[in-house]
C-alpha cells in the first residue's frame, strides 16, 4: 500500500504565497517522479509541474517563473512553492507519483486526495 498525503492549502488573496506538500508513506521501494495536477471547476486536470530522479524538473507554461517544485528524497516528499499567486490559480490540486513499491515490481501511478488552493482578487 502506498499513500499521498497532500497539504499546505488554503485561502491566499492574489499576489500571495502558498507551499504544498505531498509525503508518500508506505511501499515506496523506489519513487520515479513526483507531480503536481490542478482541477479547476468544470475544467479538465491539468498538470503543473513535475520532477523526476536527478532533479529535473518541467512547468506549465501559466505557472513558469511562479512556482517551484522541489523534493525531499529522504522524506519522500514534494512540495510545490507557489508565489505571485493569481485567481486563475484557484483550484483543488493534487499529488501524483510514479512508485515502484518493491523490488522486481512495475511501477504504479498513485495520486493524492487533493488540497484547495482559492486565490481572492
Known amino acids: 500500500q502506498v499513500q499521498l498525503v497532500e497539504s499546505g492549502g488554503g485561502l491566499v488573496q492574489a499576489g500571495g504565497s502558498l507551499r504544498l506538500s505531498c509525503k508518500a508513506s508506505?511501499?515506496?521501494?523506489?519513487?520515479?517522479?513526483m507531480s503536481w495536477y490542478r482541477q479547476a471547476p468544470g475544467k479538465e486536470r491539468e498538470l503543473v509541474a513535475f520532477i523526476i530522479s536527478g532533479d529535473s524538473t518541467n512547468y506549465a507554461d501559466s505557472v513558469k517563473g511562479r512556482f517551484t517544485i522541489s523534493r525531499d528524497n529522504a522524506e519522500n516528499t514534494v512540495y510545490l512553492q507557489m508565489n505571485s499567486l493569481k485567481p486563475e490559480d484557484t483550484a483543488v490540486y493534487y499529488c501524483n507519483a510514479l512508485i515502484t513499491p518493491a523490488i522486481r515490481t512495475m511501477p504504479l501511478n498513485y495520486w493524492g486526495q487533493g488540497t484547495q488552493v482559492t486565490v481572492s482578487s
Open positions: 508506505g511501499k515506496t521501494f523506489n519513487i520515479n517522479g
